[in-house]
């Protein structure tokens, strides 16, 4: 395989993990007014350690680097808090 197969190959996995991300964050509403409802607060640090927690033990069993996996899920949770709150102004 030459470099430009495997940059396709890399190309296609990425449009697969952007449009995940897309559908993940889609959610991000719903979550935000069913939080603001029932007087959940937005950041809620022991959910996030459970999953952070969950995903590098997924990381770990796929050879996945675990602290790239870690950083992944901070950056996408502070995306989350952000759209639940814009949500609800």
Same mark, same amino acid.
Request: hydrophobic share 35%.
């Given at each position: ?49 459970? &999953?952070? %927690? ?5 990381? $770990?069993? +796929?050879?996945?680097? =675990?602290? #790239? &996996?870690? %950083? ?5 949770? $502070?995306? +989350?808090?952000?759209? =639940?709150? #814009?949500?609800?102004?």
């Amino acid at each position: 395989m030459n470099l430009e197969q495997i940059r396709k190959r890399i190309d296609k996995i990425d449009a697969k993990l952007v449009a995940l991300i897309a559908e993940r964050q889609s959610y991000m509403a719903d979550v935000g007014k069913y939080k603001r409802r029932n007087n959940l607060p937005y950041y809620q640090p022991e959910r996030e350690k459970e &999953i952070i %927690k969950s995903k590098k033990g997924m990381a $770990k069993k +796929s050879g996945a680097d =675990q602290n #790239l &996996i870690k %950083k992944i899920f901070i950056l996408i949770f $502070k995306n +989350s808090r952000k759209i =639940q709150k #814009l949500t609800n102004m």
